[in-house]
């Protein structure tokens, strides 16, 4: 079996832009189940749109069907309406087999197209299926003076994955290669134009053989086929309804009623037919049981007109998961049960209950689940329930709406392991104390990796007491001190002490619920965001112990020297706002060194000291530091680190 490892949208509907400069265009899985909420605009509905898309592509009969989708002068394109026209747009999916790991991309796009009348892609169309609030609601969104008529949805939703296991006979006599349900329905819905005319009148030649067989086979055979498969699902669409859904009706499809005719008599001319084909109906009623009733049931003939929404709604479902019962299985197929809001309508009971059935082993088993909904209660409802269950296999994501910096709509995934993204979350949310609790741990965690050690703890006398993390009013001032003594400019940061108060202390506010308080609480979240673009990069102590730094330095005669030296403390780099990396002064032992332009032998040293007074000693004796002059180098050009020069390794760890 094929499980989804990830969904790429580039510059697809909600989704603007490429993954790489917009990492929350892909949606990673790694073969798991998927819950997504998401916010009414923020492109969830994409995602299930996408999918939708990517694979009923291998269905259709030209390349153009599928290219239209990404072609800007289309009027029936996809792409992001801000998107310029050159840019790329596309659709990218990794299928991973889950027994062997073989990762497969796939994809529909303006560069490429993969998928066109792929077989793989048609096994994984038919053993899946989509369910959304739409689909439901056409089961009943009919008027009170007709009765349901099924027949356009499944027409529209459901003969592509209906498989009759009978092939038709074509018009030249020969076999169909398929047996689907929709391709016998496109047979007989486009190919009837196409029989045997006579000459004379261009009236359908009703002695052809192709005419007999089209009438009096072809299409009663579709009708008996139909027949056959409702009332196989009826079977389990009942079963369904009584011990899932605990209802106290059962439906019927009324299979007298199931007639396709063509080329009938016109009404009052004997012998004049009309030349068309009359589409079957396919009328749905239910019988309702209560000891009220005579004989203690009812026949409803308009369900939409008695029962309500959520009723109502049960029975869509019920008819559509005993259709998928029926679906064939394919072992190299990818098998999705994707479900967008579908429990929308229905109460509490109800969503219950579809939520037990969706979660049971005969779905879960079978499909990888993606499971779509804005509704934020059903989503907590659904993950305290998944986490109940299983400990792992699941993936959980929400969506809000964003924009760029160009004030371009794109969606926000914040990832929950995230402090600041958290806080995001938190603030779209309304739920400001917990923002603000965030961005206060956001900002000691950064603090934290800016700082050395001894600047973020307090050490305590008491040994049992030991070490604990300094406050964060503490670890501010620290930052202060620390930052302007490696060179930095401290002037986007002045405001952090001002934002101290707002992030230790939110709940002591009696604004909190107005604009002002979430005014500044984007003021914090900008402020963070500027300390988060500070790199820090760190050459520890333990890396040098068998691979030593070398400093080259040359001397007044031009010749050059290294000199070998170990780390006492952890070498630390932060590369400002400016693109500038600031460089600390650790405790370094310079043990010995070489001049290497006469290839003299070494010379020991073992000078102990800071890094830049040792350099400046060094400066001293090779006399190209004298008392009106300095000649210092940057030291990120002349130290060398496992044969690489300081300011390209840290280049080249920090864009990694």
Same mark, same amino acid.
């Given at each position: 079996?094929?499980?989804?490892?990830?969904?790429?949208?580039?510059?697809?509907?909600?989704?603007y832009?490429?993954e790489?400069?917009?990492?929350?265009?892909?949606?990673? @899985?790694?073969g798991?189940?998927?819950?997504?909420?998401?916010?009414? %605009?923020?492109?969830?509905?994409?995602?299930?749109?996408?999918?939708?898309?990517?694979?009923? #592509?291998?269905?259709?009969?030209?390349?153009?069907?599928?290219?239209?989708?990404?072609?800007?002068?289309?009027?029936?394109?996809?792409?992001?309406?801000?998107?310029?026209?050159s840019?790329a747009?596309?659709?990218?999916?990794?299928?991973?087999?889950?027994?062997?790991?073989?990762?497969?991309?796939?994809?529909?796009?303006?560069w490429?197209?993969?998928?066109?009348?792929?077989?793989?892609?048609k096994?994984?169309?038919?053993s899946?299926?989509?369910i959304?609030?739409?689909?439901?609601?056409?089961?009943?969104?009919?008027?009170?003076?007709?009765?349901?008529?099924?027949?356009?949805l499944?027409?529209?939703?459901?003969?592509m994955?209906?498989?009759?296991?009978?092939?038709?006979?074509?018009?030249? %006599?020969?076999?169909?290669?398929?047996?689907?349900? #929709?391709?016998?329905?496109?047979?007989?819905?486009? &190919?009837?134009?196409?029989?045997?005319?006579?000459?004379?009148?261009?009236?359908?030649?009703?002695? #052809?053989?192709?005419?007999?067989?089209f009438?009096?086979?072809?299409?009663?055979k579709?009708?008996?086929?139909?027949?056959?498969?409702?009332e &196989?699902?009826?079977?389990?669409?009942?079963?369904?309804?009584?011990?899932?859904?605990?209802?106290?009706?059962?439906?019927?499809?009324? @299979?007298?009623?199931?007639?396709?005719?063509?080329?009938?008599? +016109?009404?009052?001319?004997?012998?004049?037919?009309?030349?068309?084909?009359?589409?079957?109906?396919?009328?749905?009623?239910?019988?309702? #049981?209560?000891?009220?009733?005579?004989?203690?049931?009812?026949?409803?003939?308009?369900?939409?007109?008695?029962?309500?929404?959520?009723?109502?709604?049960?029975?869509?479902?019920?008819?559509?998961?005993?259709?998928?019962?029926?679906?064939?299985?394919?072992?190299?197929?990818?098998? =999705?049960?994707?479900?967008?809001?579908?429990?929308?309508?229905?109460?509490?009971?109800?969503?219950?209950?579809? @939520?037990?059935?969706?979660?049971?082993?005969?779905?879960?088993?079978?499909?990888?689940?993606?499971?779509?909904?804005?509704?934020?209660?059903?989503?907590?409802?659904?993950?305290?329930?998944?986490?109940?269950?299983?400990?792992? %296999?699941?993936?959980?994501?929400?969506?809000?709406?964003?924009?760029?910096?160009?004030?371009?709509?794109?969606?926000?995934?914040?990832?929950?392991?995230?402090?600041?993204?958290?806080?995001?979350?938190? @603030?779209?949310?309304?739920?400001?104390?917990?923002?603000?609790?965030?961005?206060?741990?956001?900002?000691?965690?950064?603090?934290?990796?800016?700082?050395?050690?001894?600047?973020?703890?307090?050490?305590?006398?008491?040994?049992? /007491?030991?070490?604990?993390?300094?406050?964060?009013?503490?670890?501010?001032?620290?930052?202060r001190?620390?930052? !302007?003594?490696?060179? %930095?400019?401290?002037?986007?940061?002045?405001?952090?002490?001002?934002?101290?108060? =707002?992030?230790?202390?939110?709940?002591?506010?009696?604004?909190i619920?107005?604009?002002?308080?979430?005014?500044?609480? !984007?003021?914090?979240? /900008?402020?963070?965001?500027?300390?988060?673009?500070?790199?820090?990069?760190?050459?520890?102590? +333990?890396?040098?112990?068998?691979?030593?730094?070398?400093?080259?330095?040359?001397?007044?005669?031009?010749?050059?020297?290294?000199?070998?030296?170990?780390?006492?403390?952890?070498?630390?780099?932060?590369?400002s706002?400016?693109?500038?990396?600031?460089?600390?002064?650790?405790?370094?032992?310079?043990?010995?060194?070489?001049?290497?332009?006469?290839?003299?032998?070494?010379?020991?040293?073992?000078?102990?000291?800071?890094?830049?007074?040792?350099?400046?000693?060094?400066?001293?004796?090779?006399?190209?530091?004298?008392?009106?002059?300095?000649?210092a180098?940057?030291?990120?050009?002349?130290?060398?680190?496992?044969?690489?020069?300081?300011?390209?390794?840290?280049?080249?760890?920090?864009?990694?």
């Amino acid at each position: 079996m094929q499980n989804v490892k990830s969904i790429t949208l580039r510059n697809f509907k909600y989704f603007y832009g490429h993954e790489d400069q917009y990492p929350q265009n892909k949606l990673e @899985l790694d073969g798991n189940n998927l819950l997504l909420y998401g916010e009414n %605009g923020s492109g969830k509905s994409s995602i299930y749109w996408s999918l939708y898309t990517f694979l009923q #592509s291998c269905l259709k009969e030209e390349r153009s069907d599928i290219e239209k989708y990404f072609d800007h002068a289309h009027d029936e394109n996809l792409r992001n309406r801000f998107a310029a026209n050159s840019a790329a747009s596309g659709i990218i999916i990794e299928f991973e087999d889950s027994n062997t790991g073989r990762v497969v991309q796939e994809q529909i796009a303006s560069w490429n197209i993969s998928t066109f009348q792929s077989t793989q892609l048609k096994q994984s169309l038919v053993s899946s299926d989509f369910i959304n609030y739409k689909y439901l609601s056409k089961l009943y969104d009919f008027r009170n003076s007709e009765g349901i008529n099924l027949f356009k949805l499944f027409e529209r939703d459901i003969f592509m994955f209906i498989d009759f296991e009978e092939a038709f006979t074509k018009h030249d %006599g020969s076999l169909s290669e398929s047996t689907y349900a #929709s391709d016998w329905w496109k047979f007989i819905s486009e &190919e009837w134009k196409n029989l045997p005319t006579n000459a004379s009148n261009r009236k359908f030649a009703e002695r #052809s053989d192709e005419y007999i067989r089209f009438k009096d086979e072809t299409i009663p055979k579709f009708i008996r086929l139909l027949k056959r498969f409702l009332e &196989e699902i009826t079977r389990v669409a009942n079963d369904f309804l009584e011990k899932e859904f605990k209802e106290a009706f059962t439906i019927e499809f009324d @299979l007298e009623e199931i007639k396709c005719s063509f080329n009938k008599r +016109v009404e009052g001319r004997t012998r004049e037919k009309d030349g068309k084909l009359h589409k079957p109906t396919i009328p749905l009623k239910v019988n309702f #049981s209560h000891a009220h009733f005579d004989g203690g049931s009812e026949t409803i003939q308009k369900p939409h007109t008695t029962l309500n929404e959520a009723r109502l709604t049960a029975i869509a479902l019920a008819i559509r998961f005993a259709i998928l019962d029926r679906r064939p299985v394919f072992p190299n197929s990818a098998r =999705l049960l994707i479900l967008d809001d579908l429990l929308l309508s229905l109460d509490m009971s109800h969503r219950d209950q579809v @939520l037990d059935i969706i979660l049971s082993p005969t779905f879960i088993d079978t499909y990888q689940l993606l499971i779509f909904t804005h509704d934020r209660a059903f989503f907590n409802m659904c993950r305290n329930r998944i986490n109940e269950r299983f400990k792992s %296999g699941w993936v959980f994501r929400e969506m809000y709406q964003d924009e760029n910096d160009a004030g371009i709509p794109v969606p926000f995934v914040p990832d929950n392991q995230n402090y600041l993204d958290r806080a995001k979350k938190y @603030l779209k949310t309304f739920d400001y104390p917990a923002c603000a609790n965030y961005l206060r741990k956001e900002t000691e965690r950064l603090l934290t990796s800016i700082l050395p050690q001894n600047l973020t703890l307090h050490l305590k006398e008491d040994e049992e /007491e030991g070490t604990k993390p300094l406050k964060l009013d503490n670890m501010i001032t620290n930052f202060r001190k620390y930052y !302007l003594e490696l060179g %930095g400019d401290f002037i986007p940061f002045e405001k952090l002490k001002e934002h101290k108060d =707002l992030l230790m202390n939110p709940l002591s506010h009696d604004n909190i619920d107005t604009p002002i308080y979430k005014r500044e609480l !984007l003021s914090s979240i /900008e402020l963070i965001e500027k300390l988060k673009q500070l790199v820090v990069v760190i050459i520890p102590t +333990v890396s040098n112990n068998n691979n030593p730094l070398i400093l080259k330095e040359t001397d007044t005669a031009g010749d050059e020297w290294d000199y070998t030296f170990y780390l006492r403390e952890n070498l630390k780099l932060i590369k400002s706002l400016n693109g500038n990396w600031l460089i600390n002064n650790p405790k370094c032992l310079f043990s010995i060194r070489k001049n290497t332009t006469q290839n003299l032998a070494y010379e020991n040293i073992n000078a102990e000291g800071k890094l830049s007074s040792l350099y400046g000693n060094i400066r001293w004796r090779l006399g190209t530091k004298t008392n009106e002059t300095d000649n210092a180098k940057d030291l990120k050009d002349i130290i060398h680190v496992d044969g690489q020069r300081l300011i390209d390794k840290i280049n080249a760890d920090a864009n990694a």
